[in-house]
């Protein structure tokens, strides 16, 4: 089945304590993405991926970071949570980055800092 | 400028009935693709249906159709007899060439509730 697996699907971490949420799709495809979901401001993307080694900055990559050593997965990478990092995060992947290309998404991890 | 607007906050449907979900966007590019997402209460995205800029037909799937306006700029969902799983939050997206990040725009979303 064509999927974007994301873990874990909910966490609950400290201020500080760095973590890393696994993406990974099964489909081959070339573009993945970095979207983080917040009440009032809808979807934002932090960072993407054209191909393997190959990320670029979104709207909002303070804070995070991703690799791209894989085509299949995409980490994002909290070095040191903060409070304000508390959303909801959804990984995201397309064949390519054109525009007529859908975007499959994964079940979305719930990210709690305290 | 908002490059997708959803302007229905909330919107209620008795069930078996037909809504429409409205959803305008802006782009200056020739080619692009608008999407909806269906996001339920368990927070998954689910992709619903696509409308690519050069499709002359309305899309279709199911129970979902896409009211495709070009020159009005305006891509609304039409859910044909709704059903009480249809309670969710809908969001209308984009992607044209213009976005260099290949990201999608999102609209607000609009929180559709289907009653008995």
């Known amino acids: 089945e064509a999927q974007v697996t994301q873990n874990p699907r909910y966490l609950i971490t400290v201020t500080g304590k760095k973590l890393t949420v696994t993406c990974s799709q099964n489909?081959?495809?070339?573009?993945m993405s970095w979207y983080r979901q917040d009440p009032g401001l809808g979807l934002r993307q932090i960072y993407y991926s054209m191909n393997v080694e190959v990320t670029d900055k979104g709207d909002v990559p303070e804070g995070y970071k991703v690799s791209r050593k894989e085509k299949r997965n995409f980490p994002l990478i909290l070095e040191s949570p903060s409070p304000n990092q508390t959303s909801l995060y959804f990984c995201a992947s397309s064949l390519s980055e054109g525009p007529l290309d859908e975007q499959y998404f994964g079940p979305g991890t719930r990210l709690t800092v305290t | 400028a908002q490059k997708i607007t959803q302007t229905q906050p909330g919107m209620f449907v008795q069930e078996k009935e037909a809504v429409t979900l409205d959803c305008t966007y802006d782009t200056s590019d020739q080619s692009y693709g608008l999407f909806w997402y269906k996001q339920p209460s368990s927070g998954e995205m689910i992709f619903l249906i696509y409308q690519g800029s050069y499709d002359e037909q309305n899309a279709t799937e199911g129970r979902y159709s896409l009211n495709f306006q070009k020159a009005r700029k305006s891509a609304n969902l039409v859910i044909s007899a709704s059903q009480l799983g249809d309670s969710a939050m809908y969001f209308c997206?984009?992607?044209?060439?213009?976005?260099?990040?290949?990201?999608?725009?999102f609209g607000r979303g609009t929180q559709l509730t289907v009653w008995p």
């Open positions: 997206a984009m992607r044209d060439r213009g976005s260099t990040l290949g990201r999608l725009y």
């Open positions: 489909m081959n495809h070339e573009y």
